[in-house]
């Protein structure tokens, strides 16, 4: 998925430190001490059984490894991140296209493309801004099945020349009879960064965030 950014008072309090810090897990040591205590405090008529100490002592060899494993599983995940992130920084100034509709203006006219399911008569792409305004709306006639390359010339209805940046589109097709032809929208962005969010490494163009499963070409 994508994730795009969008286009208090302070006072002193005083808290307890459970308050501050919350309920604490049971550790190694916590275990120990139980179990010490256990022992000290067994009733001597009738002691512990040998069976339900070895027991405990096996959940405590248990909790050990199992604490020992997951610090090594999260040290395992933070070196894969790591290396992910690094992976992707040789796509920083790579042109890549994503099925999103979404146009990139830079200096010169924007391009952007779409695909069609079977031919039609007559696309409609009407261009919005962050607002969700329509600025501009752009008319294909007669476009067969299949991908196409599309151009914006970056400027609105009125020929005034539009700011820098992401821009969405709407996109829609209709045969010689009328009827709807399914479209799908297609954007060419340049990826100007790498962000780590949530444990996982993303593209960034601007303040767009993309998911690199979601690049379906590569230039």
Same mark, same amino acid.
């Given at each position: 998925?994508? =994730?795009?950014?969008?286009?208090?008072?302070?006072?002193?309090?005083?808290?307890?430190?459970?308050?501050?810090?919350?309920? %604490?897990?049971? #550790?190694?040591?916590?275990? /120990? %001490?139980?179990?010490?205590?256990?022992?000290?405090? @067994?009733?001597?008529?009738?002691?512990?059984?040998?069976?339900?100490?070895v027991s405990q002592?096996?959940?405590?060899?248990?909790?050990? @490894?199992?604490?020992?494993?997951?610090?090594?599983?999260?040290?395992?995940?933070d070196a894969q991140?790591?290396?992910? @992130?690094?992976?992707?920084?040789?796509?920083?100034?790579?042109?890549? *296209?994503? $099925?999103?509709?979404?146009?990139?203006? #830079?200096?010169?006219?924007? *391009?952007?493309? &779409?695909?069609?399911?079977?031919?039609?008569?007559?696309?409609?792409?009407?261009?919005?801004?962050?607002?969700?305004?329509?600025?501009?709306?752009?008319?294909?006639?007669?476009? /067969? +099945?299949?991908?196409?390359? +599309?151009?914006?010339?970056?400027?609105?209805?009125?020929?005034?020349?539009?700011?820098?940046?992401? &821009?969405? &589109?709407?996109i829609s097709a +209709?045969?010689?009879? #009328?009827?709807?032809?399914?479209?799908?929208?297609?954007?060419?962005?340049?990826?100007? $960064?790498?962000?780590?969010?949530?444990?996982? +490494?993303?593209?960034?163009?601007? =303040?767009?965030?993309? =998911?690199?499963?979601?690049?379906?070409?590569?230039?």
């Amino acid at each position: 998925m994508i =994730d795009a950014a969008g286009l208090s008072t302070t006072g002193t309090t005083s808290t307890s430190t459970s308050e501050k810090t919350g309920p %604490r897990a049971l #550790g190694q040591d916590d275990f /120990l %001490r139980l179990l010490v205590t256990q022992l000290k405090n @067994q009733d001597p008529l009738n002691p512990t059984d040998n069976t339900e100490f070895v027991s405990q002592l096996a959940q405590f060899s248990q909790l050990e @490894q199992s604490a020992k494993q997951a610090q090594l599983l999260q040290q395992s995940l933070d070196a894969q991140t790591a290396s992910l @992130q690094f992976t992707l920084l040789p796509m920083i100034g790579r042109t890549v *296209t994503i $099925g999103h509709p979404l146009v990139q203006l #830079g200096e010169g006219p924007a *391009t952007f493309g &779409y695909s069609l399911e079977k031919n039609a008569a007559k696309v409609l792409v009407s261009i919005q801004n962050a607002e969700g305004q329509v600025i501009r709306t752009l008319e294909h006639r007669d476009r /067969l +099945a299949g991908p196409h390359a +599309a151009e914006w010339d970056g400027k609105n209805q009125d020929g005034v020349k539009m700011p820098k940046g992401l &821009y969405r &589109y709407v996109i829609s097709a +209709a045969d010689g009879e #009328g009827k709807s032809v399914k479209v799908e929208g297609r954007a060419t962005l340049t990826v100007s $960064g790498v962000r780590m969010e949530e444990g996982q +490494a993303k593209l960034l163009v601007g =303040d767009l965030s993309i =998911d690199p499963s979601e690049i379906v070409e590569l230039r």
